[in-house]
């Protein structure tokens, strides 16, 4: 019996100790500075500065909504290819917004995935942004894989985000 409790005990505290979040292993580009790691449902911030001023930006979010055990991955991305959830959700954020594409895609380490990019300007300083979204389910969350940049400059970027997705591991 005491070698029961022991057990008990011993997989209670293994079970409440460490972080709750999902672990996770990306390689970030050259140049990008890591500035939030686990904090809240954000996994990761990394930007990348040009003369003191941020011109990119990678971010890794996570959604553990009971909702999502309720969908497989790929009844999610069908359903973000056949409605405007995801346009409704990411427009709340950005003036004259406007989607470029909406796909499913396959990711290297991730499997099928939503993919969309779109353009927008933040109602709070109207700077317009074009941002890459690649979002997947599994263990019953949803992980959202985001890389920013100015529409200017988001060209040079877009495969160095792809490349870098290719290599989130959870």
């Known amino acids: 019996m005491i070698k029961k409790l022991l057990i008990l005990s011993a997989l209670l505290i293994f079970a409440c100790s ?3 979040y999902p672990k996770f292993d990306i390689d970030l580009p050259l140049g990008f ?8 449902y954000n ?9 003191g001023n941020i011109e ?8 553990d909504d009971w909702s999502f055990s309720t969908y497989s991955n790929d ?6 290819l056949k409605t405007d ?12 917004f406007k989607v470029q594409l909406k796909e499913k895609t396959y990711f290297k380490n991730l499997g099928y995935c939503f ?9 709070d300083n109207n700077v317009r942004v ?3 979204v690649v979002q997947f389910i599994r263990d019953d969350k949803l992980f959202t894989l985001i890389g920013s940049a100015f529409q200017e400059n988001f060209s040079n970027y877009h495969k160095q985000f792809l490349k870098t997705f290719e290599t989130f591991k959870l």
Do not use: C, H, P, W
């Open 18 to 20: 460490g972080d709750s």
């Open 33 to 40: 500075e890591t500035e939030v790691y686990k904090q809240d």
């Open 43 to 51: 996994l990761l911030t990394a930007s990348k500065y040009v003369n």
């Open 56 to 63: 990119s930006m990678i971010e890794l979010r996570y959604s």
């Open 75 to 80: 009844t999610y991305i069908d359903e973000m």
């Open 85 to 96: 959830k995801f346009e409704e959700a990411s427009s709340m954020m950005f003036d004259n």
């Open 115 to 123: 993919y969309s990019i779109y353009s927008g300007d933040y109602y």
């Open 130 to 132: 074009t941002n890459v």
